[in-house]
């Protein structure tokens, strides 16, 4: 089965500054990739998604960049806001969806 | 619309208690699935349905119940509380069981002494 780990369990940002946050997998037959957020005490809000069949998406101060050779996914997001503080985690689709454990992201004033 | 709703969203049990979660959702989803969260570790999914009348085990089944008999509505049954569930479960939604673009609810921090 797939499995999903993040490279770093905590990040720590200055405000205005760029966030990437990064996210291996396992499955080379893995064919959708999400990317979630998680506010303390809510469940998780999804943020964007992307599927095999391209390397790059953007959102709204939002970039999902996927690396099928290295099996690598990254969240990016651009100039950090303290909203922007939550665990980030992904989530990667082969044939069931399997999700990573999460990153930490601080905002710092 | 409200989207997913769980309650509680808190509840402390005593081991072997049983207990039920409730989750709805007001989008006429196809799917519905109970995760729970743990720290350090991915959501793992333990019940799942496609549709009223529908369920399947996920990877960590053992302990809980299902089921489904209207399509808003897909509650998760404790039959005997072990601390070992201490845990923040998690309701999802989704169109249809091929779309993984999941919704959820607020989650149920569940405690079990």
């Known amino acids: 089965g797939e499995s999903v780990g993040l490279h770093l369990p905590t990040l720590s940002v200055q405000e205005g500054d760029n966030s990437i946050i990064n996210c291996a997998y396992s499955?080379?037959?893995?064919?959708?990739f999400i990317w979630y957020k998680q506010e303390s005490g809510k469940g998780p809000q999804f943020i964007i998604d992307?599927?095999?069949?391209?390397d790059k998406r953007q959102g709204q101060r939002v970039t999902v960049l996927l690396n099928k050779t290295v099996k690598h996914l990254s969240l990016q997001i651009a100039a950090t806001q303290p909203g922007d503080s939550a665990v980030y985690f992904c989530a990667v689709n082969d044939y069931k969806l399997s999700f990573g454990a999460g990153t930490t992201v601080t905002v710092r004033a | 619309n409200a989207g997913v709703t769980q309650t509680p969203k808190f509840q402390v049990l005593k081991t072997g208690q049983s207990m039920t979660l409730q989750c709805a959702q007001d989008?006429?989803?196809?799917?519905m699935s109970w995760y729970r969260q743990d720290p350090g570790m991915g959501l793992r999914l333990i019940h799942y349905s496609v549709g009223a009348g529908i369920t399947d085990q996920g990877e960590v089944p053992n302990g809980y119940n299902v089921s489904r008999s209207t399509t808003e509505d897909f509650p998760l049954r404790l039959l005997s509380a072990a601390p070992s569930q201490t845990s923040v479960y998690f309701c999802a939604s989704s169109y249809s069981s091929n779309s993984k673009k999941l919704f959820f609810g607020s989650g149920t921090q569940l405690s079990v002494l």
């Open positions: 989008m006429n989803h196809e799917y």
């Open positions: 499955n080379s037959a893995s064919d959708y």
């Open positions: 992307i599927r095999s069949n391209m």
